[in-house]
């Protein structure tokens, strides 16, 4: 299983762009990495995914470089409704695809006004 | 579009009695997930169905857990008895592909 490390906790300004990164050191070739966000009472909501490179929805980038043995979730301007837990998983997209899916701790970040 | 519905939101139980939570994913997803998140930390999976047939419950504490999926659809998840470390929230997920849409989770607190 490919295991993740992400800060534990990060707080920022409304306004200001905040980007979260994981390591995934061992990450598999067949592995992509995904970004869920969890509000408190909450199940956790599908941000993004990516495999390699940039990846760019309405709501967040995704930038991934060549060896993929990190990621980076950048969120622009956040607001204070953007506070909640963000958890960075890998795994592959096969059939498995729970059996290769681990949640760490997350990153707590707090949004300040 | 309905999204996975779980019952009931909470539950409050004392230790060795028994207690089931009930998940409804979303139409069309055959894959079905029971996570349980204790306060503090990430969701761990227990259990995995791909429609009726279990894919992965290594992390099911199959002494006291149970959880089936009749006709591939609904899915029960039962702790018989109770601890006190079972309480948590647990959480039911659904999947067409990769993206696993989650339920607001059930909430159970033993005492």
């Known amino acids: 299983l490919a295991k993740t490390t992400q800060p534990i906790s990060m707080d920022s300004y409304e306004g200001q762009e905040v980007n979260i990164t994981c390591s995934h050191n061992n990450i598999a070739t067949n592995d992509y990495i995904t970004w869920y966000q969890q509000f408190p009472s909450q199940g956790p909501r599908f941000i993004i995914q990516g495999y390699k490179t940039k990846v760019t929805n309405e709501v967040a980038s995704l930038f991934i470089p060549a060896d993929r043995k990190s990621s980076t979730l950048s969120l622009p301007r956040v607001s204070l409704s953007d506070t909640a837990v963000y958890y960075c998983l890998v795994g592959d997209l096969g059939g498995n695809y729970g059996q290769n899916f681990v949640f760490g701790p997350g990153t707590r970040l707090s949004v300040l006004p | 579009e309905a999204g996975v519905a779980q019952s009931p939101r909470y539950k409050i139980i004392e230790k060795r009695q028994s207690v089931a939570f009930w998940c409804n994913p979303i139409s069309g997803h055959a894959t079905l997930y029971w996570y349980q998140q204790i306060l503090g930390q990430g969701p761990k999976l227990l259990i995995q169905f791909q429609n009726n047939g279990v894919v992965d419950d290594s992390q099911l504490p199959k002494d006291r857990f149970s959880a089936e999926r009749l006709k591939g659809v609904d899915s029960t998840l039962k702790i018989q008895p109770a601890k006190l470390e079972d309480s948590a929230v647990y959480l039911c997920?659904?999947?067409?592909?990769?993206?696993?849409?989650f339920g607001p989770g059930t909430r159970l607190l033993v005492l």
């Open positions: 997920a659904s999947s067409l592909t990769e993206t696993q849409y």
